[in-house]
């Protein structure tokens, strides 16, 4: 009697050994994943070591396996948290994450709004505009506008340039 219940109590003692062993098992594997180009693999394979680590500890004891399931849901998204605002600020992190960049001598589209310049191909109804010394995409707003006729911008929609010719927009203004 004592043998079994000495087997018993070891077994169960595996299991939870087991079940932590693969809670370490899906950390490592998680962290690898941000950087190893593994196409998801290394993620599938740290999800079936966190479902056979929940498995193992259900098996040791039910108690044991519902305590386990809530603090790896509560703590699982918590250490994620920590984990990704700490990796975020690392160098590795500032080579892999791609960074946008504006250019500082490119002004704003909103800041052309009611400007002048000309047609550089013909606007049919779109092409290219220099205002300034800047070349930028433009919209006609009434038909073809020819190139190398004085366009103004009337519209700035979603960083796209909407222009009319500018003796249009003039005879508008003084009716």
Known sequence: M???LAQASEEAANTLLWAFL???ATIFLISLELVVPSGGILAICAAASLIGSITAF???DTTTGFIALAAIAVLGPLAGWIGWKWWSGTSMADRLILQTTEDPAMPAHSDLLHQTGIAETDLRPIGVVRIGDQRHDALSDLGVIPAGTRITVIRVLDNQLKVRP???DD???TS
């Open 2 to 4: 004592t043998i079994l």
């Open 22 to 24: 693969l809670v370490g």
């Open 58 to 60: 259900f098996m040791h």
């Open 166 to 168: 500018a003796e249009v």
């Open 171 to 173: 005879s508008e203004e």
